[in-house]
């Protein structure tokens, strides 16, 4: 979930009494909390400093049945409760609970519950080396040398399969993603399939750790959500498995769909949510340590940054910890490439440096990204917040940017606000600020940014580019409410010009599943808990719209053929991307020059018109091939041009080549 507010406001100077406390708490950062299972049988571990006691219910089944025994732990070293059992007790169920200020409190899975059953409620002992897919030691994600080669789409699992056209037998489920050779009943690719004919990198899968809404009892309810509750972050969401009281199926089911998407050479990179959690006093963080992991207000009651209750408190040690080998964990358990931080400001900068120094050793090629601000005021100081505005501080992190996003089609909140591509004039320099990927250019006016007014990246491999995702209006949507009088065919024009924008823009691209055939969320702008006839993809927009498709998968090819427009530092940006004088509004126009990344063509020039007239620019002469003009695209050539001045058709992008 996330509300696109920066907010850097007022910060209390010094921490509360209440979260000064927390700080004096012993860490403990052995990689043997929770369970342990070897040849010596079962080990339990808690940390929890305050508590007077501590013990362990293990249970024959993942729900409703009676602790089969209950075994009392003793503290150790570093507010660390342990007890042992002689027994493997592989196929058992457990829980934690501890004594706190006199009290027993709920049971608990433990916040690192690697496997879990039905609703999360109970964590199971498994052997993990049984869920490994055929192959699994092999598995590899794809080798992608920097971030800006990428090509993210982001994808909710049910959205992705769970439409009847999908033609997929496993809808909803992880396992869809495993399923080749699926179409529509008109013979379009659907699933796997779809991505690798659209041809991106990486699919960014929204969360799919076990979150709170969805009962996982009751999955013929149809019940639908984005996953934007946390409950278990060690553990698969039951409700894409096909047995959510299946600890094993959870988890191998996850394990098959990334290596599915592998062996179709494209990255898994995972929504994580680390910022808050779905329950206050009853979530695994405050049944572990109560008020520790959190961070409050003066008066006690927990601080909101992240406007849904709470907000985690990351520069607190054994947070931290948390954060740090949970992510490691899934890198290394389920082979994930990617991490896309939710509301990452709520986090501190040091956390999110340790999160990716911590990455690059597991694998080199992984990524981290994330929203760059937060959703509401935070204790955090603002120098310290993860912001967009200091990801120049965090080596390795991209941070999204929502200045092309808002430039290009309007305001993310005004419905029918229009941008750059929908022709309201006023967002130029905005535009070419994320041309530039947010990095000091000698043409690049930052005082005329509309959302930033400073090159605040200092790498391109620093921003990720977009125009539309899960949250708010969806592209479709936000062009029939800022265009209600136009056509579709004009709408699909002016998706084609800002997709367009956001492909040739250095970064990182990134895009929202079925944008590609031009789906819609019938104008819903926040559909975390709409029914499947909202959210689900209508896949037979796909021959609707088979011209929209075949100009998202040339742009993306454009993009990784072509490496001028993923340049890999800021200084070559300054160095070969040069714009060329405009007065008229609506119109950007710049070349590419002297083979730019050491692409094939020795020029490039790409000319935007957000105008709903056509424009004349001057292009020098020369034997251009001509690749974009009048809403088509072919990276092949469309035709030829020997410049001059040269006619951009209304709402488009001119793009010209010369080797
Ligand atoms: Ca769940």
Redesign the pocket.
Known sequence: MAISILSVGHSPAQTPAVDAKYETFPAYNGSDLELTVDASGTHFALWSPEASAARVNIYDTDRNTPAVHVLDMTKGDSGVWRVSVPQRLYGKFYTFQILHNGKWLSETPGIWAKAVGA??ERAAIIDFAATDPEGWDADRGPQVKAMTDAVIYEMHHRDFSEHPSSGIVNKGKFIALTEKGTHTPAGDKTGIDHLKELGVTHVHILPSY?????D?TNLQANQYNWGYDP??YNAP???YSTN?SDPEARVREMKEMVKALHDAGIGVIMDVVYNHTANNDDSNFSLTAPGYFYRHRPDGSYSDASGCGNETASEREQMRDFIVNSVKYWAKEYHIDGFRFDLMAIHDIDTMNAVAAALKEVNPNIFVYGEGWTAGDSPLPAERRALKENVAKMEGIAVFSDDIRDAVKGHYSDASDRGFATGKPGAEETVKIGIVAATAHPQVDYSKGNNSKFAYASSPTQIVNYVSCHDDLMLTDKLRKSLPDASEAQRQRAARLAQTIVFTSQGTPFMFAGEEIFRDKKGVHNSYKSPDSINAIDWTLKHDNADQFAYYQQLIRLRKEHPAFRLASADEIARHLKFDKTSQPNVISYALTDHAGGDTWRDIRVVFNGNTEAVTVKIPKGKWTVIADDGRINVDGLGTSSGGTLTVAPTSALILARE
């Open positions: 609703n999360g076990d979150y709170n809404s969805v996982e409950y278990n969401e039951g409700s959510p």
